[in-house]
Structures are given as structure tokens and as C-alpha cells.
């Protein structure tokens, strides 16, 4: 059996939130790693918990100058070239974007996706609020919410890993 920390997905994952975190904090950022609180045996998401029910929260809590985010952080290896609309896109599990929405109501702290595309090295975020209705599919059995490339901002570009 292979832990979930041991997959190649959570060590590129955990990389890539490590590789964020960095760089906002270079940017003036103040980082709270939130996928550092995730239970006694590292293998539970962290969670925003109510009496009867728990939402889990983004991988980062962010703020400058008085301004409050949250950032989930996406490392794919490259888009998803969507060949009905001809176009590049990102995505991210359907029930996660309904849990983010549900945190910035409860907190009013509006959440960011961001991606950190391997193959050209480009930092992409944007506010969930800015990204639009999602469109909805399937990958490997989870639904998923995806968006086109160009509705993210490119904020920065690293040394690929390619």
C-alpha cells in the first residue's frame, strides 16, 4: 500500500505549495501554511470546523497590508487543451470550489486559485469570484470545475521544470 505523502502527485503537490509560498512571502506576503495542520498522522485535510460540520480550507492563509487571502495551490504539469472550445484551461475538483466558496462566506476572506504550471514554469492565480462560472466535467471519476487559461493572471514565471 502506498501513503498518501508517498505518491508522486502529493510530493509534486507539496512542492509546488512550498514553491508558492516562497515566492508570495518574497512579495511581501505573510504565510500561513495551512497544509501544515493536517492531523497527527499527516493524512487529513485541515479543516474550518463548525459544531456539525467542517469545510476544508485552502493550502495557504495569505496576507499583506491589511489585505487577507486565501490560495489554494494547483501544480499541474501543463493545461488541458479543450478541443470543443478550442482553448487551454485549468481545473480543480468541483466538491473542493463549493467548500472554498462555503470558507469565504464564513470567514469573508476571498479565496485564489493558483496554478504552478511544471511545463512552462508560469505562476497563474486568480479570485475564485473573478474566474467565472466554471465549466463541468469529469477526470478520472471526480467532477471537476474548469476555467479557461486566460482567465488567470500570470504573476510570475520560474525556471521550468522541463
Known sequence: MTYLRDRDEFVRGAAGEKLVAAWLQEHGWHVIPSYDYAGPDGDK????????????????????????????????????????????RHGIELRLLEHYRTVEVITGTECWIAVYEESTGDLLAQAIGELGTPSVGTDRGHRMAYWPRARFRRLHTFPSAY
Open 45 to 88: 485535510p485541515p479543516r474550518l470546523q463548525g459544531f456539525k460540520v467542517g469545510y476544508p480550507v485552502p493550502d495557504l492563509d495569505v496576507a499583506r497590508a491589511g489585505v487577507r487571502r486565501w490560495v489554494e495551490v494547483k501544480t499541474k504539469r501543463e493545461a488541458v487543451f479543450w478541443r470543443k472550445t478550442r482553448e487551454w
